[in-house]
């Protein structure tokens, strides 16, 4: 018979997205299929034969993995993202499912665990387990290197960052993880030194993250979506907005190693009447993009040295189709560090929190 809280869902409820993980399980019975109730059914077709769910739930088919064993269950795990505004439907949806009625447990991180707990209980009667996200996170994160994605490597980072024609992704073990600094991008950002699975503390953080980085552009672009302010800052040109070492220097500034090309003052120009006439929405994005970026990688750099740590892994949602910010992250780590610090990405960046929620429902007697 199927274990009696199926189904296993992993809820990451963040600032600005909700990431759920959904296991669904391959090797249900004949005998199994019979007894399965029909809301039971009806979620595990809803979730697993869409793959949007309404105007703005996505399901990120290439992420799926498939033939998992879980609690000697085997099965696909699938990632799905909705923007935390939409929160309330979800619960409705919820609601409407007959969720309550399948006596599961939801296992949910990140502040809206907090936030709409009593949403989850009043509208939806449901019972909310809180888990700390920085766990989640980290258990996620072991969990998911560890199963690798559909025989692939889970991590990777870029060979020639600078060079749109030879940047090449190449695949990377994280064999020996530790000690490992681990940078979390999404609204805002968390820095954690990690020195063993159960040996982590936050470093420090960040308000400027991946929300600064979209609520600025909506201001100065009039975008209304994270992939329009990418796709405008992949077509933009940040040195018509930023004042560089060279606007400054006139090239070098030798006696302290600062190349022309570095950003002097981030959105500089802009005090310049002319220049703002002359600047796109396009470049406004482009250094709105460049501005946040540059600035998580400085952190992250100074932590690491401060920590003594070479390996520093980015993660979160600020990275999900942002290739031009991981290439700066890989690029402006390397540089500055002079070849020591490593810049190191996963596929699954934004999930690790829920896939660690859901690890934690599986513990649950």
């Known amino acids: 018979m199927l274990k009696s809280f199926f189904p296993w869902f992993g809820l990451d409820i963040g600032g600005t997205l909700v990431k759920l993980v959904y296991f669904e399980p391959k090797d249900i ?81 990140g502040g809206g665990a907090y936030k709409f707990e009593q949403d989850f209980l009043t509208i939806g009667d449901l019972h909310l387990c809180k888990l700390d996200e920085l766990d989640c996170l980290i258990k996620g994160i072991l969990y998911i290197d560890s199963v690798g994605f559909n025989g692939r490597s889970q991590c990777y980072y870029f060979k020639n960052p600078a060079d749109s024609e030879k940047c090449q992704k190449i695949p990377f073990d994280l064999k020996n993880p530790y000690p490992l600094l681990l940078v979390n991008i999404g609204s805002g950002v968390s820095i954690l030194a990690v020195y063993s699975k159960d040996n982590y503390k936050r470093v420090t953080g960040t308000s400027l993250g991946g929300g600064t980085f979209f609520g600025l552009c909506c201001l100065l672009t009039g975008c209304t979506t ?81 920590e003594n740590i070479n390996q520093v892994v980015f993660v979160g949602n600020f990275l999900r189709v942002n290739t031009i910010a991981m290439r700066l992250l890989a690029y402006a780590l390397d540089y500055w560090s ?28």
């Open 226 to 306: 994270f992939e329009e302010a990418l796709e405008m800052a992949s077509r933009g040109d940040s040195t018509k907005v930023d004042k560089l070492v060279r606007d400054i220097y006139g090239g070098d500034y030798e006696r302290f190693g600062l190349p022309g090309w570095a950003v002097a003052s981030s959105f500089g120009n802009m005090v310049s009447k002319e220049k703002r006439e002359a600047v796109r929405k396009e470049d406004l994005a482009r250094a709105t993009l460049i501005t946040i970026t540059n600035n998580i990688g400085s952190i992250a750099r100074m932590c690491a040295l401060n």
């Open 338 to 365: 002079k070849g020591q610090l490593k810049a190191l990405f996963s596929e699954h960046e934004g999930y690790f929190g829920a896939v660690g929620a859901l690890l934690e429902l599986l513990k649950i007697p």
């Open 29 to 109: 019975t004949a005998e199994e299929e019979e007894e399965e109730v029909e809301s039971l059914k009806s979620i595990r077709k809803y979730l697993t034969s869409n793959v949007a769910y309404g105007s703005t739930g996505i399901r990120d088919v290439h992420l799926e993995l498939k033939d998992l064993t879980l609690c000697g269950r085997k099965g696909n795990l699938h990632f799905i993202r909705f923007p935390t505004h939409d929160m309330p439907a979800f619960i409705q949806m919820g609601r409407d499912k007959n969720f309550s009625s399948l006596h599961t447990v939801f296992c949910a991180t």
